[in-house]
């Protein structure tokens, strides 16, 4: 299977939202993406610092995720046991009610 991330490349995140204990991104056309499990930004870790990026590329791997944006920030998601707070680490939702869930 694809991973669900290919439907971001290209596309602009609008705007990061910090939501109580997750993260929020918005892209264009309608994507959301939510950010449950720990995460970190590189280099500078500013979250806010993506806003306005392109996602330019990604790794889905077992153990993290990696989002790679226009200016070289990238945004880091660590899918290891330990990273977990609840059922989900996180959820990709787009147009037409598409919903991806990364679960255990």
Same mark, same amino acid.
């Given at each position: 299977?694809?991973?669900?991330?290919? +439907?971001?490349?290209? =596309?602009?995140?609008?705007?990061?939202?910090?939501?109580?204990?997750?993260?929020? &991104? &918005?892209?264009?056309?309608?994507?959301?993406?939510?950010?449950? +499990?720990?995460?970190?930004?590189?280099?500078?870790?500013?979250?806010?610092?993506?806003?306005?990026?392109?996602?330019?590329?990604?790794?889905?791997?077992?153990?993290?995720?990696?989002?790679?944006?226009?200016?070289?920030?990238? =945004?880091?998601?660590?899918?290891?046991?330990?990273?977990?707070?609840?059922?989900?680490?996180?959820?990709?939702?787009?147009?037409? +009610?598409?919903?991806?869930?990364? +679960?255990?």
């Amino acid at each position: 299977m694809k991973s669900p991330f290919r +439907n971001l490349i290209d =596309l602009k995140v609008d705007k990061v939202v910090q939501v109580h204990d997750y993260i929020q &991104l &918005l892209f264009e056309r309608e994507w959301v993406l939510n950010v449950y +499990n720990d995460f970190k930004v590189t280099p500078n870790d500013e979250l806010k610092k993506i806003q306005q990026m392109k996602l330019c590329q990604f790794s889905d791997e077992s153990d993290l995720i990696k989002l790679v944006f226009s200016e070289g920030q990238t =945004l880091i998601v660590k899918m290891s046991k330990e990273a977990w707070h609840g059922p989900e680490a996180v959820s990709l939702k787009g147009p037409d +009610n598409q919903t991806f869930v990364w +679960n255990e």
